[in-house]
């Protein structure tokens, strides 16, 4: 059965990602990084549950010749590496970096320089590769996963592909899209395969991780059995979604617990003014913590926060 998938700019709603899988896409291509184009967790969430799978990709421009050398490949892949954490990427999926251009044979030193850059700093997920067929040829067995334009192609496609775009800037669902036959499993995010680990016994849990590129509190909890929200309390992260390299994460203690906030029930008399005196505190602290409360119409029997 001939598998499709489209790749696009346009950030997808809950409607146009369903539109897509009711026409019978099963893939959808999106970009990293953090510009008009790209897409975030939110997003990645809406086209996994409309039953999309999602492939990911790294592109700033590199759409002429000069642009792919070793220190760019080095670049990019650091680049993809923060971007994909940030948005939850599950380890081992691709990453499709681009040579969006008409690459001569003049040109694939370099592109085969920027592939040894990425080579050698994507860790965490494998190197694809968009580009023309000579561009196909020219790095076999180089890269992880292959995805070809018939763009430069001149009628051509290697046999060795994952992805062929086969169509540019279609309009479907409402949507810009380019077209693509998915021959291979492409790498994306749901179809990782994940080797299976013994399960870990709680005496076997260190006390701290030091997390590693690429990893998310996602992964993290799985490797221990522990929840992502245990995890963020615990440490005390304000946005679980970001974490780096080399932060050291506890594992084991408990959870700070959210405490209820201090009352008081209002007696005959009472005013914020004498409340406020009588528990020393600083004046106007109680209307900070009882905006909602008027001062001047406390009523015997109200409750109100005192700390």
């Not at 050291?248 to 005013?271: F, M």
């Amino acid at each position: 059965m001939r598998r499709s998938g489209v790749d696009c700019a346009t950030k997808l709603t809950a409607a146009s990602a369903r539109n897509l899988n009711d026409l019978g896409f099963s893939y959808v291509a999106r970009y990293l990084g953090n510009s008009w184009k790209t897409f975030d967790a939110a997003e990645a969430k809406v086209i996994q549950e409309a039953g999309l799978k999602l492939i990911s990709i790294a592109q700033k421009s590199a759409n002429f010749p000069g642009y792919h050398t070793k220190a760019q490949g080095i670049a990019d892949a650091k680049d993809a590496e923060i971007f994909a954490t940030l948005v939850g990427q599950p380890a081992g999926s691709a990453i499709y970096f681009a040579v969006d251009f008409d690459a001569k044979a003049c040109h694939m030193e370099g592109i085969l320089d920027y592939v040894d850059g990425l080579n050698a700093t994507l860790k965490n997920y494998k190197v694809g590769l968009y580009g023309s067929y000579a561009v196909m040829m020219s790095v076999k067995n180089k890269v992880d996963y292959y995805w070809q334009t018939f763009a430069w192609s001149n009628g051509k496609v290697a046999d060795h592909i994952h992805m062929h775009q086969y169509q540019n800037e279609v309009t479907v669902a409402g949507i810009a899209i380019d077209k693509n036959d998915i021959k291979k499993d492409p790498g994306a995010w749901d179809e990782v395969v994940v080797p299976k680990t013994k399960s870990l016994k709680v005496d076997e849990i260190p006390a701290i991780h030091i997390v590693k590129a690429g990893e998310n509190l996602s992964v993290i909890g799985k490797k221990y059995g522990l929840s992502i929200d245990y995890l963020a309390k615990l440490n005390h992260l304000v946005n679980p979604n970001v974490i780096y390299a080399g932060q050291r994460l506890r594992l084991e203690g408990k959870a700070p617990s959210v405490s209820k906030p201090k009352t008081y029930i209002i007696k005959k008399g009472d005013t914020f003014w004498n409340l406020e005196k009588g528990l020393k505190m600083k004046h106007g602290t109680l209307n900070s913590l009882n905006p909602e409360v008027k001062p001047e119409r406390l009523q015997p029997g109200q409750k109100i926060r005192i700390e």
